[in-house]
């Protein structure tokens, strides 16, 4: 510590009175003696003795002096229209973390609060040793901060908590499975965060998460050497993480006493389940895929940064806790990628035992592979991962790839890729319109008649040749069979389209998005509804009207119900799913064929158009036929019960949008269709129920929750006290829909699994994106990113 910095800790009140005094009446002394040993007195050794003694005294609180322990009165109050302070944290019972934990998720400024909990152990330190006014030298009337609070306050500085500049905002959470905490940098207008800053961050995370490890592990050692217990804890902790490996319980569906999990979803839920809940000191983080009928396997794991390692460690010599060396980092961190890879890959093995074999890579931040390797499940199953373990040889001895390179690991060549054929076939990714005839069994989710069409063009795309008589013989042959297989005449039109355009000479065969866009605008539907967005996009809704109407007209003649054909036409493979399970319930035979889209579009866009102009019946009508092709369009409905409120049939606009209630499952249309019924039951003069449903959007984050609780609490006064329930015994007393219901969260569930089991991942990321912003399931979300 040089005279300045010294100085300026003086100056902040960081270095208390008595290590001032010590440090100079050391220098003073060693003086001192040194005079008396040269002018030939034998006192002169024991003054110097004495001054060496002080001379240590001296640097011991020097060394105290430096960690954060602030006076409280060294920062001025705030002023009263300041924002509230943090709250002061209560000192750490021996053995829980759970006061920091719980005050850490619910502060507004976690890195304040986090600053204020360490701030608070050395200021309790400082008084406990008598280096604050008001206790004696020997702590008397000052309560010690127990192991677990020096512990923790050691880990947050080491990890760099107060090099984080103030203005960084964090967000902590708690992972309700595993418990471990979460901080992520927020960038803000005042402040973004650099790459050295995030990872000062991981290791605050880590930091505490270790010490929520160790405190548990530590519990039994009670007592003076609970300092010790919780630094050995860490030890133990960080080198036989692989040994949770050997008491894992799978908490996943799918379960069965001999097989394990089974089915494609079951098991990648089970494998994201192990992500969330197994415990590390470090954040796991893995990708993985699943073949279940090819019996494999593959996880990519993150290698934990050596940020998140461990800092200090116990120094049986001095018995005191000593910085970690790069070198041991390094290994420490070998050894850490070994443990999770034992874990992860034992966990999988576990969970879905009918697997064959798991292939795994370890890769570091910059996604370069560090080990590798193909196990056998039965190779797995059978390793003694019980007492003490060296993960590098146990890796090794699996066969993996890897490379010891001063101390640490170095990159070597990955074995796989996430993307290989065996683990991820490409059929996977199609679309189910695209794989085979449209059928009418429930299991087939094409939702658009538009996507053969989009197939059909992509095809002529990649079929185009240097010539144009060989791009035309190309094209026939393409339309022929595609003709055959879809029963769309604008696929006929299209390829008629391309084919006059490439003998003319208005095409180019280079140009291939040029003969694309000819064969998917070659029907008077599709030329209309893509002239009619121009229209749109400039206000203009009588040119709406006039681009659409006639269109409109002559393909209702083609996509109408008869006795022996239905059509139907669906956003996203979730309506379908919906109206499989309606139609399967209702009996009905009739064969059923997709309309396209952009028929489906245009009714709607036709219906806005007539709403602007003021002619609610053509409007409502319009609106109508999209719900003949899609009772599901929660667009439609809304615009039906737009049209009932302004013809002024509140009852029908009622029964409208409780049906979108009941059928409905995206967050922001259940919150806008819970306003419109609260205006809807308002104009009835039912307020009770109209407080209801205000208070139901108002608990949501769409962007009319602030409108519905400016509604609400209009009406509150007027309400008996009675009806102060939890919103949805409210909706429940009223008999209104609590969305999503049950049947719909079950409709979404099953589609899900049920989707993924056959391969159908297109039609799959549909179910879980919707389940996924219903539910905010981690597991759930990290299962579904594996279907990408």
């Known amino acids: 510590m040089n005279a300045s910095s010294l100085n300026e800790k003086t100056r902040d009140g960081l270095v208390p009175r008595q290590a001032m005094i010590g440090l100079g009446f050391c220098a003073f002394a060693l003086a001192a003696g040194d005079v008396a040993a040269r002018m030939g007195y034998p006192e002169g050794a024991g003054v110097a003795a004495m001054a060496v003694g002080l001379f240590a005294f001296g640097l011991w609180t020097a060394w105290k002096a430096q960690r954060p322990a602030r006076k409280p009165e060294a920062r001025p109050q705030p002023e009263p229209q300041a924002p509230e302070p943090e709250p002061t944290p209560e000192p750490l019972a021996p053995w829980t973390l759970a006061p920091v934990l719980d005050g850490l998720a619910a502060a507004p400024e976690p890195l304040v609060f986090l600053r204020h909990v360490v701030e608070q152990t050395r200021t309790a330190e400082g008084r406990a040793d008598g280096l604050f006014d008001g206790t004696g030298v020997d702590g008397t009337g000052a309560e010690a901060p127990s192991p677990l609070d020096l512990f923790l306050a050691e880990q947050l500085e080491q990890a760099g908590l107060f090099s984080l500049p103030p203005d960084l905002a964090l967000v902590a959470r708690l992972n309700g499975r595993s418990g471990a905490v979460q901080l992520e940098p927020v960038d803000t207008d005042a402040h973004t965060a650099t790459a050295e800053e995030r990872r000062c961050v991981l290791a605050c995370e880590a930091a505490l998460n270790r010490t929520r490890m160790a405190a548990t592990a530590a519990r039994p050692a009670l007592g003076h050497d609970g300092l010790r217990a919780l630094y050995q804890a860490v030890e133990l902790g960080e080198s036989s993480l692989a040994s949770q490996a050997a008491h894992l319980s799978i908490r996943a569906s799918g379960t069965s006493p001999t097989n394990g999990v089974t089915g494609e979803w079951n098991i990648r839920h089970a494998l994201a389940l192990g992500i969330e809940t197994l415990q590390a000191p470090w954040r796991i983080e893995a990708n993985f895929q699943v073949n279940e009928e090819a019996g494999l396997c593959a996880l990519e794991i993150v290698a934990p940064d050596d940020v998140a390692l461990a800092p200090l460690a116990w120094d049986a010599s001095t ?211 893509r002239s009619a967005v121009t229209a749109m996009e400039r206000g203009d809704a009588q040119g709406i009207v006039d681009r659409l109407a006639r269109p409109i007209r002559e393909a209702d003649a083609r996509y109408s119900d008869t006795d022996a054909v239905v059509w139907r036409s669906f956003h996203n493979s979730l309506e379908r799913a919906a109206f499989n399970r309606e139609r399967a319930a209702s009996g009905d035979t009739r064969a059923l064929r997709l309309a396209p889209g952009t028929f489906h579009a245009g009714l709607l866009g036709l219906s806005t158009a007539w709403m602007q102009l003021g002619d609610v019946e053509q409007a409502l009508a319009c609106a109508l036929r999209v719900l003949e092709l899609d009772p599901w369009d929660t667009g439609a409905q809304l615009r039906c019960a737009r049209c009932y409120e302004a013809l002024g049939d509140l009852p029908m606009a009622e029964a409208t949008l409780r049906s979108l209630l009941e059928t409905g499952w995206e967050p922001n249309t259940l919150a806008l269709a819970y306003l419109r019924l609260g205006q809807v039951l308002q104009a009835e003069d039912d307020k009770a129920g109209a407080l209801a449903c205000y208070r139901r959007c108002a608990m949501t984050a769409s962007p009319c929750a602030e409108v519905a609780e400016a509604l609400a609490a209009q009406l509150g006064g007027e309400l008996p006290a009675d009806l102060a329930k939890p919103v949805e015994a409210a909706l429940e007393e009223r008999r209104l829909p609590c969305a999503p219901t049950d049947t719909v969260s079950d409709l979404l569930l099953d589609g899900l699994q049920e989707t993924v089991d056959a391969g159908q991942f297109v039609a799959a990321q549909d179910f879980g994106q919707a389940v996924v912003a219903l539910s905010g399931d981690d597991a759930v979300a990290r299962a579904v990113a594996s279907l990408a």
């Open 319 to 529: 018995d005191e806790p000593a910085p970690v060396g790069a070198d041991q980092r390094a290994w420490r961190a070998a050894r850490a990628a070994c443990s999770e890879t034992l874990l992860l890959t034992r966990y999988a093995a576990v969970a879905a035992p009918r697997l064959k074999e798991v292939w795994v890579s370890a890769i570091d931040s910059d996604g370069r592979c560090l080990l590798t390797g193909h196990w056998a499940v039965s190779e797995l199953l059978a390793l003694d991962l019980t007492g003490a373990l060296d993960p590098v040889a146990l890796v090794v001895g699996l066969g993996a790839r890897l490379s010891i390179h001063e101390g640490g690991l170095a990159p070597v060549t990955p074995l796989f890729s996430m993307a290989d054929e065996r683990l991820s076939p490409s059929w996977r990714r199609e679309l189910p319109e695209t794989r085979g005839g449209i059928a009418t069994v429930p299991e087939d989710l094409a939702a658009s008649g538009d996507r053969p069409l989009a197939a059909f063009a992509e095809a002529v795309g990649e079929a185009l040749a240097p010539s144009a008589l060989e791009s035309v013989r190309a094209v026939k042959a393409l339309a022929a069979d595609a003709v055959a297989r879809y029963d769309d005449p604008r696929i006929a039109a299209g390829a008629q389209a391309a084919i006059e355009g490439l003998a003319c000479g208005t095409l180019a065969p280079e140009d291939v998005e040029a003969v694309r866009e000819a064969v998917r605008f070659a029907s008077p539907l599709d030329k209309a509804v």
